[in-house]
């Protein structure tokens, strides 16, 4: 019995390597130590010796849906977002990508596909895609899906680090629009949209001429241009990235005891929000939990500043809200 009748192909998985190689290298720069069949990526820290950072995830059950819809790439892109953004909570920027991609059996088109979507979102965020994991593993994955996470490293200066302990009592929240659902809440989502019988090329009710398809699979927002200019100096008190657990169970990850946040709804909720709230009975405590609802970043300012930092974001690009304010108060976050 060969290794490839127990469903691991080892010559079309090298083959397949080798093919991803230009992708891969597309990111590259100067700093990569270039070491042909290398067993880990090398490179030089930026700067010197600055702080690490470092973050992992998923794409998530999101990638259900991009098979179906044939937009894969644009889902791993979104890991590359994610990840980036995690790292600029705490006043880091990307430096390289190491991604792990796995298949009960590996199809090159659909890897392909996935390491040009990394490789896209990796140039447009300044990281490097530096090495990682093509597995083919039968038996531990269903067929026909595709598991993409990645482990994402930054750097950041000492004088830089957002760790949440400039926050204090009087402080203002600023919301920043996320695109739709980012990477979070798809598992519920997925579950409201079989359940309705709404096609993914059908018209998204309410949704002004998007499909439901459009509106579920719209990605992750990268806010890296709009923040990092801020990075070097004190407008930022800290930032919260809402991920898995909604704003409030992200934001409160950034509060320093003896502070509280209350979250008021401010901001207009966007037509997919809505509709898989409405199509799928969901209660307002599990959407709140599950879904970003139209916020995907938060940042905490003082009041002073407020009005001008919201100004300037907005000349960068973004939509933003005031959608709260700190008190003093035991840890935590309400919404009011």
Not at 182 to 204: E, I, P
Request: charged residues 20%.
């Amino acid at each position: 019995m060969r290794y490839r009748d127990a469903g691991v192909d080892v010559a079309r998985a090298d083959a397949l390597k080798d093919d991803l190689l230009r992708d891969v290298t597309s990111t590259w720069t100067p700093a990569v130590r270039r070491i042909p069949g290398g067993f880990a990526g090398v490179m030089a820290w930026p700067g010197g010796a600055p702080l690490v950072a470092a973050t992992m995830d998923g794409v998530g059950t999101k990638l259900h849906l991009a098979l179906a819809a044939g937009r894969v790439a644009d889902a791993a892109a979104d890991l590359v977002y994610h990840g980036a953004n995690d790292l600029l909570v705490h006043g880091a920027r990307p430096l390289a990508l190491l991604d792990y991609v796995a298949q009960a059996a590996l199809d090159p088109a659909v890897v392909r596909e996935v390491v040009r979507g990394l490789a896209r979102a990796c140039r447009e965020t300044g990281a490097v895609l530096l090495g990682g994991e093509t597995a083919e593993m039968p038996d531990t994955y269903l067929p026909g899906v595709v598991d993409v996470a990645g482990c994402m490293l930054g750097h950041a200066a000492p004088g830089a680090v957002r760790d949440g302990g400039a926050v204090r009592p009087g402080d203002v929240l600023l919301g920043l629009a996320s695109t739709g659902l980012h990477t979070n809440g798809y598992s519920l989502a997925r579950r409201v949209l079989a359940a309705s019988g709404l096609a993914l090329g059908a018209a998204l009710p309410g949704g002004g001429g998007a499909t439901a398809g459009e509106a579920l699979l719209a990605p992750h927002r990268w806010y890296g241009p709009a923040l990092e200019p801020e990075l070097a100096g004190t407008r930022v008190h800290a930032m919260a990235h809402v991920t898995g657990g909604g704003i409030a169970g992200n934001l409160v990850r950034v509060l320093p005891e003896g502070c509280e946040a209350v979250i008021e709804d401010a901001w207009p909720r966007p037509a997919v929000f809505r509709w898989l709230c409405d199509a799928g009975a969901v209660p307002e405590a599990d959407a709140r939990r599950a879904f970003n609802l139209g916020i995907g970043f938060v940042v905490v300012t003082a009041p002073g500043d407020a009005d001008a930092l919201a100004a300037d974001l907005v000349a960068r690009g973004e939509q933003v809200w005031r959608i709260g304010s700190v008190h003093a108060g035991a840890r935590g976050v309400r919404w009011g």
